[in-house]
């Protein structure tokens, strides 16, 4: 069965740090990959998603994530963090064709502090 | 702003008792998805809809049910709560991949 694993559960930094999360996933065949992130009280948002294409996929709000096949990894990284980036942030995955079900990790919790 | 809403925000009901939960999907997207999120955890797919029959389902129990109707909106059924059913469920309206998420609606079981 296919399984996402995000290996922080909880990240501190201080602003302006760097920031690399890091997600595996368990398939073999090819797999659509995506972070989500949701806000204190929001609900979960699209940061930025790879189906297929160059390994480095920009998202928003400076976001990118780069895809390599050989490791089973989907890394979300960020230069420079701020305050605002405080929230819980989600892998996931699913597979092209068949139905749309994503499966997620467990996420990791971030707090940017000032 | 997804354009999915979810209906009733909050919830409680004691165990035993039956809850539904309703989504209105995002304009033109036919697809709807049901998660469970508990405390702590990511969001675990529930089932899917599909023009108004049951696409795929996660690991579940039958006290699990859904509709979906004609407009695509769709409703999440749960009998007989137990207390670890209190979690944020969510609804997923998509067209092709790309899944969007509405608010939510928060059940506690009491």
């Known amino acids: 069965a296919q399984s996402v694993s995000q290996h922080n559960h909880h990240v501190i930094l201080s602003e302006a740090a760097s920031l690399e999360l890091g997600c595996n996933y368990s398939y073999g065949g090819t797999v659509n990959l995506f972070w989500y992130v949701q806000y204190p009280g929001q609900h979960l948002q699209l940061l930025l998603k790879?189906?297929?294409?160059?390994?480095l996929v920009k998202g928003i709000k400076g976001f990118e994530a780069e895809f390599i096949k050989s490791k089973f990894s989907f890394n979300l990284r960020k230069p420079s963090v701020q305050w605002s980036d405080t929230a819980e942030y989600f892998c996931a995955v699913n597979t092209p064709g068949g139905y749309n079900k994503l499966i997620f990790g467990a996420g990791t919790r971030l707090a940017v502090h000032p | 702003e997804t354009g999915v809403t979810q209906s009733p925000t909050h919830l409680i009901k004691t165990r035993g008792q039956q809850v539904t939960l309703r989504c209105s999907s995002q304009?033109?997207?036919?697809?709807v998805s049901w998660y469970q999120q508990a405390l702590g955890q990511g969001p675990q797919f529930i089932f899917q809809?599909?023009?108004?029959?049951?696409?795929g389902r996660g690991n579940f129990p039958p006290r699990f049910s859904g509709l979906q109707f004609p407009n695509y909106s769709s409703e999440l059924n749960v009998n007989a709560l137990e207390l670890d059913d209190s979690a944020l469920y969510l609804c997923?309206?998509?067209?092709?991949?790309?899944?969007?998420f509405g608010p939510g609606t928060r059940l506690t079981v009491l």
């Open positions: 997923a309206s998509s067209l092709a991949n790309e899944q969007f």
């Open positions: 304009s033109g997207h036919n697809t």
């Open positions: 790879y189906f297929s294409g160059d390994p």
């Open positions: 809809y599909y023009r108004e029959e049951e696409n």
